[in-house]
């Protein structure tokens, strides 16, 4: 059987299970039955597409199924694009479905998860499996429908019922965009494979409205800035590992969808293109991390810094763009495999902050972090391995997170060379917006970890949690695994994205394995070099040497006595620092121009028994002058429009008649 | 022979940064008594003040997790790691391209986010403002560093110290870029190494709770190996600076024994101007208000980028 056979019928599968999901839903052992049917699934895929990642750039199987559209049929196919996405994916889906295997037991309404979890993963399945215009966007819509049943699996909540209407809003709206970028590219021929658009030669001002309608489609579902403002709502709404799946893998479906679109079917890119998408990206970046670090709740804190992440893949995207579109090969194998790297990566970390921040949930029952505290004590393994996706995130060496960025730092310092004054400017403003975002982001985490794994608790609910369940844990350990091995063996990574790079840019970065002590080398070596493995390997062994020598010359006595905190140790947890006064000097260096940040002390006169307040008055821009603006206009238009509703059926007859005509005259004036 | 010379003259680097970092805050605090016209503890000090930390009983909070006692090994380990790949006395040497220059600045960074971890570990309120303010002067900092890396790698074309230094020696010459990435490499490594104007390595006082905030519940061996940190950091941060902007007397790979103690005397005579100038620029100023300083960090961003942005206009600024 042929690879995309074999990922069909695990679709097929998919949507077998999601049958089971809905028969079986009331039976006991119906979440486990569904999640482990899920995990064994993702895991055919994975290792299919593995297979077919490695057989090389030109590796390609398609196959033609006699459904869909009368005169198209649906087209599949997998080449080494979809071949990667598949692996980030069902690796997600995986991973996901052993955490599940655990968490789901703590799930109140296990009826309205279980039929839509693997209907969930077959819809993403086939984005990438799709390879004509319909069957994509028949997929696309799909995956949407089935994330979004997932998000209202709590609807009672009338925060959820915001985010779901949101989310599905915005989804539709993406749909939309990408119908017509799709109508666009068939030409006139009307040709939906995706064969059949690749040979096409456009207009000239075509691709660039495709370009727009693209970042349009694509950038609302990955969550660029300013079609985020769904993801912070909608992703934290879902239970945990479907959190975990929306933001760690369907963010990186909707890559994938512009990665087909933009490098794969709309030909050569025009340089001015990577403009739009770096400043998209490096805004989304910047903004999404401010946002996550001032949020109270860990699960939207983790969404935020989601957004952050797409900013980076984007910044990675848009200068593979700029290198390609001056016939910088080489550099753009470099830009693009970086930004692969990341989607790789952030699937990794993010799924396993959302599974911690789910444990976390489940055992306090508390998604606010100003509640938490102290649970390095009672959840030890689920601390280390938060604390390990952390440092991951936050891009520190040794860990995974660092080498994506290392290498877009390398692609920006071989901008220079490049012509235009344009991309000169703005680049290294990237970069300086790229490195902010790195360290912001550290400081976000510190934040989130600090806040509620260490300290005291501050509520009685972190006092008395329990460590999270056994498959939990060893989904966690898996992806903390991966993401040490992806920082430690970086080579062995960039070799395997090596294929997509080569299909889709036309050239792959120089073979990393046979390097010497397996070090990454992006162009050559008196240029820049890395090796993750060795500097692990000094960490180690100069902690192995300090604590050693430690122990032998220094004092072994140790007494455990009270906090000493200047001599004024305030027993009340609530006297220790807090999530926000943490995010206060961030909040005034940054957020008095962000977000117009204001704040107002009443302080009681003396002698007043009353409590002095702090007020603090945040405002999201994006949100206050797009959204609002539009969802007037569309209230105002509603209100004009409203007598329409009342008329006789003569009128009604003749509007109609009306707008035929008035269609008709159109087509016959176009052609 | 050669591997074995190679991983010897590595070793050589990594004791002898560990050996001279205590001796440089010792002397900067000798020279700064002088000039304050005291005279000041002897310059054996810090390691005598380690010695004596080494020897005491530690207390420990009582909610203190592993994270509060394997944080400062960490710290340590990363420092001593991130120094020894700065070349200090030759370049070239055994593993200097396992790490280029902005995984130094990344290294810097993990220690920086174990140290705030610990401060806000026993949940008291000092560590947690500590750590606060040490995020908010790192988020500012450290793409300032960045943009100073980017400068210094356009000019170079690498961004292998090594291969900056022998760039410089090679084809010393007055560039505005390199000036700007220097003034903003001063006040980033003033910042980094919580030094006056930033913050007060001197005092325990509320106004300068940067740094001392996260420590205040070390003690005993704990605190001896987080203050030895903190000294190889400046060490650290000199290093830098004189490797790259002033690279002269350094051995380059495969030359004799003369050229290294040319390298090692040269090095240490460097290491004292730069402890001198740093110590004569603290006394003839002020320390700012915390909030003063995103402006001071954010002025070396500005160079940063400037220095950058001259050279993606023009390769010969």
Redesign the interface.
Known sequence: MTAIAIALWGVAGFLATAFLGVIARRSSKASQLVYLLSLIICLVILAISTRQLFAGAGEVTAMRLPIGLPWIGAHFSIDSLSAFFLLVINLGGAAASLYALGYGKHEEAPERVLPFYPAFLAGMNLVLLAADAFSFLAAWEFMSLSSWALVMSHHRDPENMRAGYIYLVMASFGTLALLLAFGLLAGPAGGYAFDEMRGLIHTAWLPGVVLILVLLGAGSKAGLVPLHVWLPLAHPAAPSHVSALMSGVMTKVAIYGFIRIVFDLLGTPAWWWSIMVLVLGSVTAVLGVLHALLQRDLKRLLAYSTVENIGIIFIGLGLALAFEANGMTGAAALSFTAALFHVLNHSLFKSLLFFGAGAVLTATGERDIEKLGGLIHRMPQTAFLFLGACLAISALPPLNGFVSEWLIFQAILISPTLPQWGLKLVIPAVGAMLALGAALSAACYVRAFGITFLGRPRSTAPASAVETDRMSLSAMFALLGLCLLAGLLPGYVIDAIAPTTTHIVGQAMPVQASTAWLSIVPIERSRSSYNGLLIFAFITISTLLIVNAIHRFASRATRRAPAWDCGYPDPNPLTQYTADSFAQPLRRVFGEFVFLARERVTMPRPGDPEPARLEVRLRDLVWDVIYLQIERSVAFAAERLNYLQFLTIRSYLSLVFAALVSLLLVVAIWS | MVLIRDLFLQGAQMLLVLAVAPLLVGFTRKVKAWLLRRNGPPLIQPYRDLRRL??????????A???FRSAP??I???T??AA?LVPTFATGLQ?S????L??IT??L??V??FL??AG??????????G???E??F??????AM??IV?TV??VA????LS?VADFVFAHASLRVSLALALVALVIVALAENTRIPVDNPAT?LELTMVHEAML??YS??HL??IELAASLKLLLYISLIVCMFTPWGLAQSGSGPTAYAIGVGSYLGKLAVGGFLLVLFETSIAKMR??RV?EFLGAA?ML??LG??L???S?TF
């Not at chain 2, 080494?54 to 909610?63: D, F, G, H, Y």
């Not at chain 2, 391209?97 to 280029?100: G, Q, S, Y």
């Not at chain 2, 806000?120 to 403002?129: A, K, L, P, R, Y």
Request: glycine share 8%; proline share 2%.
């Open positions: 080494l020897r005491k009983e530690i207390v420990v909070a009582e909610n997790s592993w994270l090994y960490l340590l380990a990363a001593w790691v020894a593993f391209w396992t790490a280029d902005i995984v990344a290294l960074g993990s920086r986010f705030a971890l806000m570990d026993v949940g008291t309120s000092f560590g947690g403002i750590a606060s303010r995020m908010m790192a988020s500012l900092a450290e793409p960045i943009m980017f790698a356009l074309g690498t961004t292998q291969e325990h205040l519940e005993g061996r001896a190996v915390v909030f995103p961003l940063g980028l950058t942005l050279l993606f206009v390769r």
